[in-house]
């Protein structure tokens, strides 16, 4: 999940000698997004000031016991296709799925109120910009996305502050959810509380399906409004839970994302602020780059070689 413009954005900070670099996949032409000085300093995008945070509670913010669940149900699914494939005279080998060998069908829900932009009415051309983002995003990973179906639904119920967990939401999706586990369904929608967006994790789908998904910020979208995150990577974050990805600040310092590439950070990082360290116990910068932080969409332009293996397991134990 990401907070809308309303959370407090800490800006751009100074590059500092002898920053360590992470390995990190990089979409087409990704670098080109990040705006930067002559010296290579991330630029803060427009509005990005200071901001006061809301104070909303982000469902993708997990404790240490929900990440423990889905690493036991990880373990346990991996386990569960192992016995299948020996009950066949098959190997389970658990290998990386090679780069873009898995097409993932989109349903893309354009909930609205009325029939003006400002009423959620997002017109074709930034819904397929969105999928472009999508797959330049992931280009360094299994997925690729294909389109599979635009839906306008009017119904200023569910469009009008829409709120994680609400009855809204899962009326909505319960109505409008379509496909089986391995389609990503995206909902847009004006959302409550100054955030940008949630999702389902793979370990979940099981459960409950109609649920599974991705919620994002209409206005969030490439050529929305929400500046600075109107390029399109509130949906590449918020697929990245879908895909099995934590936050790269969950669990701290101590935690971590249990992705062995992504840097520890004790916190998320607002605006773009080159050089953050949060970590002093190690020699590694904040991966305030990548796509599961909460940097300003220009800030953002990687996903790690780690994430990338984590997000192939858990689609394999999942939405294989």
């Not at 945070?53 to 929900?66: F, I």
């Not at 017109?123 to 995003?137: E, G, R």
């Not at 998320?268 to 953050?276: E, L, N, Q, S, T």
């Amino acid at each position: 999940m990401k907070n809308l413009p309303s959370r407090r954005a800490l800006g751009c900070g100074l590059a500092v000698a002898g920053l360590v670099a992470v390995s990190s996949l990089t979409g087409p032409a990704a670098s080109a997004r990040v705006a930067t000085d002559a010296r290579g300093v991330c630029v803060p995008g427009a509005g990005s000031a200071a901001r006061a945070m809301h104070g909303a509670k982000d469902a993708n913010e997990l404790t240490r016991a929900q990440v423990a669940a889905i690493e036991r149900a990880t373990k346990s699914a991996l386990a569960q296709k192992r016995a299948n494939a020996a009950k066949h005279g098959d190997t389970f080998t658990g290998a990386r799925l090679a780069n873009g060998s898995v097409t993932v069908p989109v349903y893309f829900h354009v909930v609205q109120a009325g029939t003006a932009l400002s009423q959620g009415n997002i017109p074709a051309k930034q819904v397929t910009d969105q999928i472009a983002v999508l797959n330049a995003a992931y280009s360094a990973t299994p997925f690729k996305f294909a389109l599979t179906a635009t839906e306008h639904t009017t119904n200023s119920k569910w469009f009008t502050g829409l709120r994680s967990g609400s009855r809204n939401e899962k009326q909505m999706k319960a109505a409008l959810r379509k496909g089986g586990k391995n389609a990503l369904n995206i909902y847009t929608a004006s959302l409550a509380n100054g955030l940008l967006g949630w999702a389902t994790f793979p370990s979940s789908y099981a459960s409950n399906p109609t649920y599974d998904g991705v919620v994002i910020e209409y206005s969030s979208v490439p050529g929305g409004t929400a500046a600075p995150y109107n390029l399109g990577d509130t949906a590449t974050h918020e697929a990245g839970h879908w895909v099995g990805l934590y936050h790269t600040f969950q669990g701290g310092c101590t935690g971590g994302d249990l992705v062995a590439d992504t840097a520890p950070e004790a916190s998320a990082a607002f605006g773009c602020p080159v050089g953050r360290d949060t970590c002093t116990s190690d020699s590694l910068v904040d991966p305030i780059r990548n796509f599961m932080d909460y940097t300003d969409d220009a800030c953002m332009n990687s996903f790690t070689a780690g994430q990338a293996t984590r997000s192939s397991d858990q689609w394999v134990a999942f939405r294989a």
